[in-house]
Nanobody, 120 residues
Framework: VQLQASGGGLVQAGGSLRLSCAAS????????LGWFRQAPGKERECVAT????????YYADSAKGRFTISRDNAKNTVYLQMNSLKPEDTAVYYC??????????????WGQGTQVTVSS
């Protein structure tokens, strides 16, 4: 599975961004998917995951109520809608798939990162 993330950029605090991650390779619909982020000097953290059915989601406390993960299996794409962005959301965001993503936040596949910068 190859993952290609896009949609990052510079936004003011309180603004919104939607990240997209397009997948190619094995059947997309069978994979759990997720978004991680890594800020400078910090460990990579799992922001959100979605199971293969799309019915089960997980959000980090920092993302609850502001971020929404979704998937479109027809387009082989997973999204992360980010609203009410804060400067502390500034990080490189990575999409991920498969592996033990749901139970251990340990995916088998990673996409390249996309930079999100939130100015105050």
């Amino acid at each position: 599975v190859q993952l290609q993330a896009s949609g990052g950029g510079l936004v003011q605090a309180g603004g919104s961004l939607r990240l997209s991650c397009a997948a190619s390779g094995r059947p997309f619909s069978s994979y759990p998917l997720g978004w991680f982020r890594q800020a400078p000097g910090k460990e990579r953290e799992c922001v959100a995951t979605i199971d293969s059915s799309g019915a089960g989601t997980y959000y980090a406390d920092s993302a609850k109520g502001r971020f929404t993960i979704s998937r479109d299996n027809a387009k082989n794409t997973v999204y992360l809608q980010m609203n009410s962005l804060k400067p502390e959301d500034t990080a490189v965001y990575y999409c991920a798939a498969g592996g033990l993503l749901i139970i251990r936040r340990s995916p088998a596949y990673w996409g390249q990162g996309t930079q999100v910068t939130v100015s105050s």
